[in-house]
Structure formats: structure tokens, C-alpha cells
């Protein structure tokens, strides 16, 4: 494994790239990676592409681009096609391994070059023949050069992202929606400003009405079809560019204010974020499109959406300077953090208004990392008091705790006082232990107990699951099992009654009557899995009382054998008749 060494990736930076759902589901496909390549990253890029086969339903292409370390680029030829689905990840923990399988190429650009015309004509018309889709691709690339304004083709392309079945794969697509010919014409954006052509001039104006129309496009596509997702990867490339052309280039007149109206309106629906890029822009602004900036924010940052925090957070990072407690209480309220927020004005001493906060809650109390904030404030007993107001299932969460803070604080009465209040109300099993954990006379305890539950029909199968526990060594609270089970009849499950049928201070005829109703009742279902359940529940007489008796004790209880074959077949194959 020496040449295994190499690895071109570590973990933390392969699983970057993809979620760790997709990274455990890549998992078993490394074993279905083949014809493993590398080669320089095309033209304009840096980095090694590293390449294979990936056997799926089909057999997929797969692509990684990593360059010092990080992956920059991924991409599958699968029907998820976002290259970062688990064909991907697969191939990314392949190189966290090494790259001794993969076969070194030369790059792409090199292998064209040593083609001339006609090889390159026969190539593309075989390639078009194989995939007549892309035939539309050679003839845009085709009238890119010469073309300022990409606007025209731009609006073309998103045309054609309608079709009959989009309504239907809009509604099951995971990942956004592709368009090899938007992809086309953003990669020609993309170089235009990496090499400085559009970011003076006429140049500036067209790249960034050009950006705009995607934009445009984007939006147009959601409103025509109702919807908000499906195309954002497309309008943050657009966002991203418009940013370049701002901090890098030279916009002026009408485009300019047309993009930094754009790029507000992606920021107010969420499709641009609060970043680095963000910041950036907001520095090179002239201080009239700043003020305009800051009152967009001022406004999100008072409003009820998902973006009020995010904004409120942007705001106060432009204004620079260390965050006051104030601020900081903003955002959490911003936010609706109501645990965040409640620890926060725990550590300033304003327990009432956290218990205020935590009161108007819904949902189950982090009760466990509010407890030390508490406590060090001095005000343990708010906490308290606030879990035994909960109600419903989070009170019943809520009490457990207090049961646990009761004893490891000492206080076994006010433990005891309340395990005996919940255990015969509470649907929580788990109270049946508190009580015995906080008991200082279990035994009396346990008396007082089966006699509470035993007036209650509704909390049999408490005093049942008391019983099975504590019967296990005690003949008597096992005949009391037997009892509570024979009087339950069908309101208590056949599995409860095999329970009770194996305890050992069971006596053996007791324990073969509870076998057999329980066999009967399975029996009564009629149907095949049920009678391999009732031919399970009564394996164990064979043992417990012998060959010949238990077949006398099935004879009798069955004696509508002969009507019903599959039951008298399991009860054969079991060795029961």
C-alpha cells in the first residue's frame, strides 16, 4: 500500500464539498469505481482533473477538479447531475486514499490542439450522432465570438427550459434544474471578465446587461410557474459577476443603477447572501448607493421574514466596530432563538424575562444546558418552577428532569413526592423506576402501589410491567401477574401474557394455561402469520412439560384442526402435534 500515500485530498476537505448524507451513501460505491484518469483541468483553470466510472443503475462519468488541497469543481454525468451527489463523494474518498490507480493524461486542450480541421469535424459530427442534443451547444458556442451582448441568447436559453413534463420534475427534482446552454453562455461571461474584456466600456455595459438578463430570466421563470427554487445556482453566478463588475470594472449611467437595483432585489429574496462578496461590494459603492444599501438592510432588519436576522447581522458588520450587548440582543430576538436568547439574558442577571421567554416556548426545554446558567445566577428554583408548568408531552420530559434534579441535589422527599404523583398518572413508564430509585421503603412502596394501580383498570399494564419486574424471583407477585392477566382478558396484548407465562417463580401449569389463551388468541386472527406467532407462543411447553403432555394440551385447545390446515401445518412443523 506504499504508493497508497499520495492522497491528493484529507477527509475534512472531501467532505466539504458534499453533505453527509451523500458521503455515506457514496460509501459502498467505492468498490463500483473503474478506469481511474487524471490530467491537467482545462484551459483557464487551475488544478488536476481526477476522473472515473461510476456503476450505477447506469454507468455514470464522474469528475473532480481539486487544486492546493480543496476541491473547486465536481460533476456527474447521473440524473442528480449537481457534482456533489454520492458518485461524487465516492470518488472524493477514493482520493483521500491515493492516486496509484489513476492513469496519468494529457490535458484536453493538449490533445485538441494535435488534431487539425477534418479530424476535429469528424470528431465533433461523431460525437453528435452519439448525443444529437448538444448539436444546438456547437452552433451557440459558435456565435459567441463577436457577440458583446449575450442577452438575446441568454433569453433563447431560458425558452427553452420549458417543456411539457417541467411542472412534473419540478416537483421530485432535489438539486436545480440544469441548462447546458446557460452554463455555456455564464462559463463566456466568466472568461470575458477573468481577461479584463468586459470590465471597461461598452464591454462593462454588455457583460452586465448580460448578467441582468439571467437575472431577469430567473425571475420570470419563477413567477410563470409559481415557485421560488429550482434555478438560484444560475442567479448567484449572475450576483457573483455583477459583484466583480463593481469592484473590478467600470459601471456607469442607466446599467449601473439598473445592477445595483438588481442585486438588491436578490438580496431581499434571499438568493444573494450577507458574505464576504457582499461586503465588498457594499465598500466600492459611491456613499448615495451605500445609504440605499443600508436602508434596504434597515428595513429586512425590521421586518418578520427569514432574512431579518442575516440583515441585522450585515448591517452591523458594515458599521463596523465591536457589538454591544444590545446588539447582540437584537439579533437574538431577530433570530427567534428563544434558548439562545434566554441563556443570554440569564448571564446578565435578568432571569425574569428569560423565564418570561422560555414560558412563551413551544416544544421540548433544553432543560440540561439552561440548568448551569441558572444556577450560577442563582435562580435554580425559577427553572424548576418553569418545568413543572410544562404541559403535555414536554411536561412529562420536564418533570423527568426535575425527578433527576431532586435527587442529585439531595432532595429525596420532594423526589418521592413527585415520582408518586406521576406514576399513577403520568403515561411515562419510566416513572415506575423514579419511584423505586427515590424510595426510602421500596417494599412498602411497591405494596401501596400495586393496590393504587390495581383500582385503576386504565393503568393495568403499568402494574403489569411493575409485576413482571419485580415477580421474577417472588412466586407471589408472579401469581399476581398471573391473576391481572386472566382478568384482563383481551385488553391486554398476547405478547404481555407470554411475558408473564416465563417468569421462573411462574408455577409450570399456570404458565402453560397463559400459553395457550395466548396461542388462542393469535389463532383467532386467521391468517398464517398469526399462527406461526401461536405455534412460537407454545414451543416452550415441549420443554417445560414434555412431549407428550403439551401435544394433549394443543389437541384440546385446537379442536378445529382439521378446518384449518395452515394452522395445524405450523403447529406440525413446530413438533406440537
Request: with cysteine; hydrophobic share 40%; glycine share 10%.
Amino acid at each position: 500500500m506504499g504508493a497508497e500515500t499520495s492522497a491528493v485530498l484529507t477527509e475534512a476537505a472531501a467532505r466539504r464539498w458534499v453533505d453527509a448524507r451523500e458521503w455515506q451513501k457514496g460509501q459502498p460505491y467505492l468498490r463500483r469505481l473503474s478506469d481511474f484518469r487524471q490530467r491537467p483541468a482545462a484551459r483557464g483553470q487551475a488544478g488536476t482533473d481526477y476522473l472515473a466510472a461510476a456503476q450505477g443503475q447506469e454507468r455514470y462519468r464522474v469528475r473532480v477538479t481539486v487544486a492546493g488541497g480543496q476541491v473547486v469543481d465536481a460533476s456527474c454525468s447521473c440524473p442528480v447531475g449537481s457534482g456533489a451527489c454520492k458518485h461524487v463523494a465516492a470518488l472524493l474518498a477514493r482520493l483521500t486514499q491515493g492516486t496509484a490507480p489513476f492513469v496519468q493524461q494529457e490535458s484536453l486542450g493538449s490533445v485538441l490542439d494535435a488534431l487539425d480541421r477534418p479530424a476535429l469535424e469528424r470528431l465533433v459530427q461523431l460525437m453528435l450522432a452519439r448525443a444529437p442534443e448538444l448539436e444546438s451547444l456547437v452552433y451557440t458556442q459558435a456565435s459567441l465570438p463577436g457577440t458583446d451582448d449575450l442577452t438575446p441568447l441568454i433569453q433563447a436559453a431560458f425558452a427553452d427550459l420549458d417543456h411539457d413534463d417541467l411542472e412534473e420534475e419540478l416537483l421530485y427534482r432535489e438539486e436545480d434544474l440544469g441548462s447546458d446552454h446557460l452554463d455555456l453562455l455564464l462559463d463566456e461571461l466568466g472568461r470575458r471578465l477573468e481577461e479584463g474584456e468586459g470590465l471597461e466600456g461598452p464591454g462593462a455595459e454588455a457583460t452586465a446587461r448580460s448578467y441582468l438578463a439571467v437575472l431577469e430570466g430567473v425571475q420570470d421563470f419563477y413567477d410563470r410557474h409559481d415557485i421560488d427554487f429550482g434555478l438560484d445556482s444560475l442567479a448567484q453566478e449572475a450576483v457573483a459577476g455583477l459583484y466583480a463588475l463593481f469592484t473590478q470594472g467600470e459601471l456607469e449611467g442607466d446599467v449601473r443603477q439598473e445592477a445595483l437595483e438588481a442585486l438588491m432585489l436578490e438580496l431581499t429574496e434571499g438568493r444573494a447572501a450577507f458574505d464576504d462578496e457582499f461586503h465588498g461590494w457594499v465598500l466600492v459603492l459611491r456613499p448615495g448607493e451605500q445609504a440605499e444599501v443600508r436602508r434596504l438592510l434597515e428595513g429586512l432588519s425590521r421586518g418578520s421574514g427569514p432574512r431579518r436576522a442575516t440583515a441585522l447581522g450585515a448591517l452591523l458588520d458594515l458599521r463596523g466596530g465591536p457589538r454591544t450587548d444590545a446588539d447582540e440582543e437584537a439579533l437574538l430576538r431577530a433570530g427567534h432563538d428563544q434558548n439562545r436568547l434566554a441563556l443570554f439574558l440569564v448571564g446578565r442577571g435578568r432571569v425574569a424575562e428569560a423565564v418570561e421567554i422560555l414560558q412563551g416556548r413551544r416544544g421540548r426545554l433544553p432543560l440540561d444546558e439552561l440548568r448551569g446558567p441558572f444556577e450560577q445566577a442563582g435562580a435554580l428554583a425559577e427553572l424548576e418552577r418553569l418545568a413543572l408548568s410544562r404541559t403535555g408531552w414536554e411536561g412529562d420530559e420536564a418533570r423527568l428532569w426535575l425527578h433527576g434534579v431532586y435527587l442529585g441535589t439531595g432532595r429525596r422527599e420532594q423526589a418521592h413526592a413527585l415520582a408518586w404523583q406521576e406514576v399513577t398518572s403520568s403515561a411515562r413508564d419510566e416513572w415506575l423506576a423514579c419511584l423505586r430509585r427515590s424510595s426510602a421503603d421500596w417494599p412498602a412502596d411497591r405494596g401501596e402501589l400495586i393496590v393504587r394501580l390495581g383500582k385503576r383498570r386504565g393503568m393495568w399494564r403499568r402494574l403489569l410491567e411493575l409485576l413482571l419486574v419485580e415477580g421474577v424471583n417472588d412466586s407471589g407477585l408472579a401469581d399476581q401477574a398471573f391473576a391481572l392477566v386472566s382478568d384482563a382478558g383481551t385488553d391486554l396484548a398476547p405478547e404481555l401474557a407470554l411475558r408473564v407465562a416465563a417468569l421462573p417463580s411462574l408455577s409450570p401449569d399456570r404458565a402453560a394455561l397463559l400459553r395457550v389463551q395466548a396461542a388462542q388468541r393469535w389463532a383467532a386472527q386467521r391468517h398464517r402469520r398469526a399462527y406461526a406467532e401461536a405455534a412460537a407462543s407454545l414451543r416452550p411447553l415441549l420443554e417445560r412439560l414434555g412431549e407428550r403432555e403439551t401435544r394433549r394440551l394443543v389437541a384440546a385447545a385446537f379442536p378445529e384442526l382439521n378446518r384449518l390446515p395452515a394452522l395445524r401445518d405450523e403447529l406440525q412443523q413446530a413438533g406440537l402435534l
